[in-house]
């Protein structure tokens, strides 16, 4: 299984970002899915989590984030709106099923003032 993160990139404070998680299997496959985040010097962070349909969000990014998923295309999406300096990470995607845990490579989210 793997998962191909994408959708990074620059934009202004204030601005939206859609990232892309594209699994090479079928989504439903797999019982939770998720969003992460690492910004420069810092551990990585949860930020978003769905399973069938449970939604959470970090405190964070509530309100200004969000996560779904498209099973006809084995997509899951990470919405982001309102995007703030501290936004600023490499975002990895995350699936898992049972104790197996997948991660995508992380793309790079630049948020400039």
């Known amino acids: 299984v793997q998962l191909q993160a994408s959708g990074g990139g620059l934009v202004q404070t204030g601005g939206s970002l859609r990232l892309s998680c594209a699994a090479s299997?079928?989504?439903?496959?797999?019982?939770?899915v998720a969003w992460y985040r690492q910004a420069p010097g810092k551990s990585r962070e949860l930020i978003a989590q769905?399973?069938?349909?449970?939604?959470d969000y970090a405190d964070s990014v509530k309100g200004r984030f969000t996560i779904s998923s498209d099973s006809a295309e084995n997509k899951v999406y990470l919405q982001m709106n309102g995007l703030q300096s501290e936004d600023t990470a490499v975002y990895f995607c995350?699936?898992?099923?049972?104790?197996?845990?997948?991660w995508g490579q992380g793309t790079l989210v630049t948020v400039s003032s």
């Open positions: 995350n699936a898992r099923r049972a104790l197996d845990i997948f």
């Open positions: 299997t079928n989504i439903l496959y797999f019982n939770h």
């Open positions: 769905l399973s069938g349909r449970y939604r």
